[in-house]
Each structure stands twice: as C-alpha cells, then as structure tokens.
Nanobody, 118 residues
Framework: QVQLVESGGGLVQPGDSLRLSCEAAGIFFNIYRMGWYRQAPGEQRELVARISHVGLTDLANSVKGRFTISRDNAKNMVYLQMDSLKPEDTAVYYC????????????WGQGTQVTVSS
C-alpha cells in the first residue's frame, strides 16, 4: 500500500520559514519524481516544486529564490524548505509521487495546511 505522509505545516507570520516533509512508503522511491503542489481556497491545485529521481529541480516562478526542494533517497523523504513566506503562499500543500516515466502510478498525500498571516 502506497502512503505519502506530509508534515511540517502550520501558522506563521509573513517573512517566516517553514520546512515541509513527506515520507513515502510502498514505492520504489528512488525512481519516482517527487513534487509539492498547493491548493488555495477557490483555486486549482498548482505545482510548487518538483525534483527528479536524480535531483534535477523545477520550481514555480512565484517561489523561485524563496523555496527549495530536496530529497533523501536513503530515507524515502522529500522536503520543501520555504523561506520569506508571504500571505499568498497560504494553501494546503500536497506531496506527489510520479512514477509514470517508468510505467508506475501517481500518488498523493493527504495534504498539510500552511497559513501565512500577521
């Protein structure tokens, strides 16, 4: 059974930092492209950042220079370091595992709430 479990969300003030973590189980983690998406109320889910199985990263323009994605294949973990947070970063953040390049499935975590407010 595939499980993606996010943690690290919370309520912070503008300018603060948060680090989201996602632990994967039930997949051969090393071949999956891992990503973080977010969905604000009334908005569509959007890509925030993703990292290939070999560590190549891709970030949304809105978070470049502020967010960093990384992975630890030995621990089946992917991280999203979020610095200089803004109110518009408020959303539910979802971890995603994409194995389609290897004819595997796509999987989602349950999401973790990030709220940036003064």
């Amino acid at each position: 059974q595939v499980q993606l479990v996010e943690s690290g969300g919370g309520l912070v003030q503008p300018g603060d930092s948060l680090r989201l973590s996602c632990e994967a189980a039930g997949i051969f983690f090393n071949i999956y492209r891992m990503g973080w998406y977010r969905q604000a109320p009334g908005e569509q889910r959007e890509l925030v950042a993703r990292i290939s199985h070999v560590g190549l990263t891709d970030l949304a323009n809105s978070v470049k220079g502020r967010f960093t994605i990384s992975r630890d294949n030995a621990k089946n973990m992917v991280y999203l370091q979020m610095d200089s947070l803004k109110p518009e970063d408020t959303a539910v953040y979802y971890c995603n595992a994409d194995g389609t390049p290897y004819s595997k499935g796509k999987y989602w975590g349950q999401g973790t709430q990030v709220t940036v407010s003064s």
